[in-house]
């Protein structure tokens, strides 16, 4: 014993692995600024296109899904813009678009119109403008209509 | 008389030598290493809401016999990246606290380089608790991702 806490130790070594799991599942987390979209009246001559009071839509979108999968943001119209019997075509209600993904278009009541399209997880966030085609044949009145927005991930 | 004296010696050369000749001797300490659980289990969890995955702790007992003062140390070595089919989370997303501090210390994991969980000198007999932490993310692909954690108590 005295012999042995006088020598120098040789190097040991004893491993244990331990397996670290961690689980992701699909989840779709989407955002605008802003519920609501209006348009001030203008002299069609002076501004034929009117572009939205509240300026640009600020739109964040997050997807958690499989990797290579698409995850798409669209929007559809639940109709022509109507006020009372009158009513303004939704086509005439369009969109330019910044941020990655994000895509230029024109509102339909009848195919969701792609806002955006991205591959794999991720988070983006973009801005949307809308502009409403002004025209002299536009009965006078309050227009509106209802917009839904949906994110999918597979 | 001159037995009774020599025998006690050579017992010590046949248990706990290395090396018994003319020289440098040398001899090998007994290691106790133990984790509980042995898995590291992240749950899922909204980026958002929980920015910071937790997994239930790992308790450590860890044991170094005839050790003198020598240094003994526990490193962390992760065998690669969080893995699940070609989607992957770096391992370096993950990070561990642990107590009681010292001997232990935090850290994050590699996969290339292994880290220092705890170390100390001397003949520790003794037990400690690690937390493990994941950074939560939205770019993480759906799936169930695994990777392996190799525990390595030294010394000296």
Known sequence: ?154 | MLHVRIAPLLMACATSLVWCGLGTPAFAQTLVLSLSPSTITFSAADPDTTPTITAPSVTVEYEVEDNGSNNWRITLLAGGDLTTGSATIAITNVTWTATPAPPFQAGTLSKTVAQTLASGTGIPNQTGTVVFRLANSWTYNVGTYTASVVFTLSAP
Request: net charge positive; charged share 10%; hydrophobic share 45%.
């Open chain 1, 1 to 154: 014993m005295m012999l042995a806490t006088a020598l120098p130790a040789v190097a040991a070594t004893r491993n244990r692995t331990a397996t670290a799991t961690a689980t992701v599942s699909s989840r779709v987390k989407l955002s605008i600024s802003s519920s609501t979209l209006a348009f001030p009246n203008a002299d069609p001559d002076v501004t034929p296109a009117i572009a939205a009071s509240g300026g640009p839509l600020t739109i964040t979108a997050k997807a958690s899904t499989t990797i290579g999968s698409t995850v798409q943001l669209v929007v559809v119209a639940s109709g022509d813009l109507l006020s009372g019997v009158d009513q303004i075509g939704i086509s005439a209600l369009k969109w330019t678009a910044s941020g990655s993904g994000f895509a230029a278009g024109t509102m339909s009541k009848t195919a969701a119109q792609t806002v955006a399209s991205w591959v794999s997880s991720g988070s983006w966030t973009g801005t949307q403008s809308y502009t409403l085609d002004n025209a002299w044949t536009y009965a006078m009145g309050a227009y509106s209509t209802t917009l839904t927005y949906t994110l999918t991930a597979p």
